[in-house]
């Protein structure tokens, strides 16, 4: 991919305030970091959202965020109040990125931006990635500091001695389906059953790892 070029982010929330205030906080982390934003929103949210900001000026302050508008298919003036979802839930969530250090870096990046905006984090590691990550890491120190982040990690199917460089990658492709897709569906409802944090909301992930959906 060519490094040069800036990535442009296309968000499409439900409709619904519960839903479009924490993708309107990634978005605009996202605007600060340099990405093109298109924030897809509802005409009747944007008919709110004009009434609270000057959005003209908020586009002066981030000339790469951009506004549009679709219709859900409700006149303006219905209530909606019935449909709003628990504004008070905090976003949760996992990240899910191919176990090579050139994408693991820029997505705990990420995540360490979305922790720092009061998100939940849950960040899925290969062993191998944690235990190389632990050597330079203080974890329980990065605990401390971020207290709603946490890493969790499963096999990638190579012993922990065995390099990632070289042909083994074409492997390591082949086994996020045969032996890292059964153990992340565990997890993710593990982490649904879990008492100690809120479910998760939202699985970000590259396209490299796809493959876990099939």
């Not at 305030?17 to 924490?22: A, F, I, L, T």
């Amino acid at each position: 991919m060519d490094q040069d070029k800036v990535p442009h982010v296309v968000f499409l929330p439900l409709p619904l305030s519960g839903h479009v205030k924490p993708m309107l906080t990634l978005a605009e982390l996202l605007c600060d970091a340099s990405f093109l934003i298109t924030f897809v929103n509802s005409d009747y949210n944007h008919d709110r959202l004009e009434r609270v900001m000057d959005i003209p000026a908020f586009y002066n302050r981030s000339p790469g965020f951009r506004f549009v508008t679709i219709s859900d298919g409700l006149p303006l003036d219905h209530n909606t109040k019935g449909l709003v979802m628990d504004q008070d839930k905090v976003p949760h969530v996992v990240f899910l990125p191919l176990p090579l250090s050139g994408n693991v870096k820029p997505m705990l990046a990420l995540a360490e931006l979305l922790c720092d905006a009061s998100f939940l984090i849950t960040f899925v590691n290969s062993d191998y990635n944690h235990d190389r990550l632990e050597r330079v890491m203080d974890i329980p120190a990065f605990y401390n500091r971020s207290p709603g982040f946490r890493f969790v990690s499963i096999s990638d199917g190579l012993p922990l001695d065995q390099p990632r460089i070289g042909p083994i990658i074409f492997q390591l492709f082949f086994n996020t389906r045969t032996v890292s897709k059964p153990l992340l569906r565990e997890l993710l409802i593990s982490l649904g059953q879990s008492t100690e944090r809120s479910p998760p909301t939202c699985i970000m992930y590259s396209r490299w790892t796809d493959v876990f959906r099939y």
